[in-house]
């Protein structure tokens, strides 16, 4: 099927080997009150990791608070966002071990973006 997302190194593709998907994505724009000037854009990004759809949950939960603070150009399918986003902080729930291995089999992780 393909590319839904990418930001720097970053992939979230649904291919018959790996299934890495978006949930959710949220934008948000508009002017300042006081000001009269534009915000600062924001987007989140919110997607579920199982280790039973190729990905390494793993790998996904230690990678994010990484790239607090980086900033890269984000491509939503092959159409690059108007503005490059930073990465601001970065959620993690829902985490589920599994109980006769320890490995992470599933997690929640929701990105929040803003323009720089």
């Known amino acids: ?15 018959p ?9 949220s934008f948000s724009f508009g002017i300042d009150e006081e000001s009269g000037a534009w915000k ?11 280790k039973g759809t190729g990905v390494d949950v793993e790998w996904e939960v230690a990678i994010w608070p ?5 900033v890269g150009r984000l491509y939503i399918g092959f159409n ?6 930073k990465l601001m902080g970065v959620d993690i729930t ?9 490995w992470i089999t599933h997690a929640k992780i929701t990105l929040h973006f803003k323009e720089p």
Request: glycine residues 10%.
């Open 1 to 15: 099927m393909g590319l839904q997302c990418a930001w720097r190194d970053r992939t979230w593709e649904v291919d």
């Open 17 to 25: 080997s790996r299934i890495h998907g978006i949930d959710n994505m």
């Open 40 to 50: 600062k854009q924001e987007l989140t990004i919110a997607y579920e990791v199982f």
């Open 66 to 70: 990484w790239y607090i603070g980086a």
């Open 80 to 85: 690059e966002f108007l503005a490059p986003m």
């Open 94 to 102: 829902d985490i589920e071990v599994m109980t006769d291995g320890g």
